[in-house]
């Protein structure tokens, strides 16, 4: 079992910047891809970003340039850091990771709110 717990929500001005964090406890050796995903109000989950075991990470159109995962194995901990962000990032962020076993385990997420 693997728990998540993230933080860093809030809300910031358009243009402004954030940085998410999530931190694993539990089975954390069995972590392997870490992952961020946001729900809009009235919107399907997306990814907005990933980062493998091999330090590798992947971006959708839409918040590349912008948004930068990055990993700290030793503190079991992944991040995000949101730049130049815009009303339409608004949601709520969760973090997922991927055991090796393929087991996915979700956070209970962290609300983004762009507003001026």
């Known amino acids: 079992q693997v728990q998540l717990v993230e933080s860093g929500g809030g809300l910031v001005q358009p243009g402004g910047s954030l940085r998410l964090s999530c931190t694993a406890s539990g089975s954390t050796i069995r972590i392997n891809t870490m992952h961020w995903y946001r729900q809009a109000s009235g919107k399907r989950r997306e990814l907005v970003a990933a980062?493998?075991?091999?330090?590798?990470?992947t971006y959708p159109d839409s918040v590349r340039d912008r948004f930068t995962i990055s990993r700290d194995n030793a503190r079991n901990t992944v991040y995000l850091q949101m730049n130049s962000l815009k009303p339409e990032d608004t949601a709520v962020y969760y973090c997922?990771?991927?055991?090796?076993?393929?087991?996915?385990?979700w956070g209970k997420g962290t609300l983004v709110t762009v507003s001026s």
């Open positions: 980062i493998f075991s091999g330090g590798g990470t």
């Open positions: 997922k990771v991927r055991t090796d076993n393929d087991m996915d385990y």
